[in-house]
């Protein structure tokens, strides 16, 4: 086996008392043979498994890691608060300066609260929706992953029809198809929710077609339904303001998770004046939600991805890898797609209907040191460098000698 000692020892004793050995999305049985699924370490662009073999990494924590595994700036500001305290009976200080931060830095947002995961702000955003609308229906688009909870699940064991009862699911950057899923819900319907970009897996990125977003926008004003950005696997990468803020196109409503403390556990929901009171209206809470560690997490990595630095780096480095890949792909004679975002990699090989190649060329990839996944987007950071790029490049040109012929 390719896989170490630890990991194998690891995996035997997590097969006993953790259910088919791990769940979810880092669960690496859904996608590989080769990947560790255990990890002792990580530093700016590279993680550590639990055999000591180090990999420059193209995932960042399925991306959270917008920083650098253990920025200083982040985990100095981490440690400070610990020192005070991290699960107090009030709400820290904290809390009230991020969210004046994110009032400061999103134009949508008139207002901030916080939680712990995506799943989190996604069905928050929905509440609020639905109290502020006093209708049920949710226009969602097919495919789309807005977290693991029963209203939008994908998978359906454990799901009833009733849970998903009042989803209208549209396709993506197909606005007749929302302006009909529109009309089958009437005049019940309390919100359109979309992702910044088509992301789903197993499949090329999309990019939105601005045109889409815009008709989205006047369809939510037509209707009165509140429009929900998922801002949670975009947000921070690739705009400070919002991911369709280039576009000119505000949500009603954002959900943010993923990279807005740098790996610290931390969602959060922002929104506009006229939600206020809908906000004010719902019962929504958990008990870590306000916990003041990840709080000041995300307030030091707000705080520097405002120095305006760390996004056209990745922009820079995306690029640089890009090239490099479609160079690299050429000369060995394989026809890919690199799809969305230069920040957020997404390869795939023509024809490769089952996933196999793509497979078999992301486990070469990791047994050379490169972290990437299969068919799930990756994740630049601002601690990749261009040396960094230029070393994963040449790995993955390895990859692709050892999967050619
Ligand atoms: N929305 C989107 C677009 C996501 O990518 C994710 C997580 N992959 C979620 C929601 C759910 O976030 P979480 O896993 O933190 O609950």
């Known amino acids: 086996s390719v896989l170490g000692e630890h990991e194998l020892a690891l995996r035997e004793r997590a097969r006993q008392v953790i259910p088919g050995g791990m769940y979810g999305h880092m669960s690496v049985q859904a996608f590989s043979s ?70 400061d830095t999103i134009p949508s947002a008139d207002w901030a609260m916080f939680c712990k995961n995506g799943s989190d702000a996604t069905t928050t ?37 009733e849970d998903q009862a009042h989803l209208v699911r549209y396709e993506y950057n197909d606005l007749a198809s929302a302006e009909a899923a529109a009309a089958e819900a009437g005049d019940d319907l309390a919100a359109i929710v979309v992702c910044p970009m088509r992301h789903d897996i197993k499949r090329d990125q999309e990019l939105v077609d601005p045109a889409f977003a815009r008709g989205l926008r006047a369809l939510a004003d037509r209707t009165g339904a509140v429009l929900v950005l998922d801002d949670v696997r975009c947000g921070f990468r690739l705009d400070l303001g919002g991911s369709w803020e280039p576009l000119g196109v505000r949500p009603d409503l954002s959900a943010w998770s993923k990279a807005i403390a740098n790996g610290q556990a931390l969602g959060a929901v922002t929104g506009i004046e006229a939600l206020r009171d809908a906000v004010r209206s719902v019962y929504v809470t958990g008990s870590f939600w306000t916990a003041a560690v990840p709080l000041a997490a995300g307030l030091a990595t707000l705080t520097e991805l405002r120095k305006g630095v760390a996004l056209p780096d990745m922009a820079r480095t995306g690029a640089r890898l890009r ?27 023509a024809g490769d209907e089952d996933f196999r190649l793509v497979t078999a060329w992301a486990e070469a990839a990791v047994e050379r040191g490169v972290y990437l996944h299969p068919w799930h ?29």
């Open 125 to 161: 955003c929905v509440t609020i929706a639905r109290a502020a609308t006093g209708k049920r229906k949710l226009l969602v688009a097919h495919g789309a992953y807005h977290g693991a909870v029963p209203w939008c699940s994908l998978r359906g064991s454990g799901v009833t029809a």
């Open 323 to 349: 090239e490099g890949l479609a160079a690299q792909a050429a000369a060995h004679g394989f026809e890919i797609r690199q799809t969305g975002p230069v920040q957020m990699p997404m390869l795939s090989f």
């Open 377 to 405: 987007n990756w994740f630049l950071s601002a601690a990749h460098t261009d040396a960094d790029i230029d070393a994963i490049l040449a790995r993955t040109d390895e990859a692709f000698a050892a999967v050619q012929g």
């Open 34 to 103: 080769a990947h560790p699924q255990f990890m002792a370490s990580g530093d700016g662009c590279r993680v550590t498994d639990t055999d000591g073999r180090t990999y420059l990494d193209l995932m960042c924590g399925w991306g959270p890691v917008v920083l650098g595994h253990r920025h200083p700036g982040v985990t100095a500001a981490i440690l400070d608060q610990l020192e005070r305290g991290d699960c107090l009976d009030g709400t820290s200080p904290v809390a009230v300066e991020f969210a004046e931060l994110l009032v």
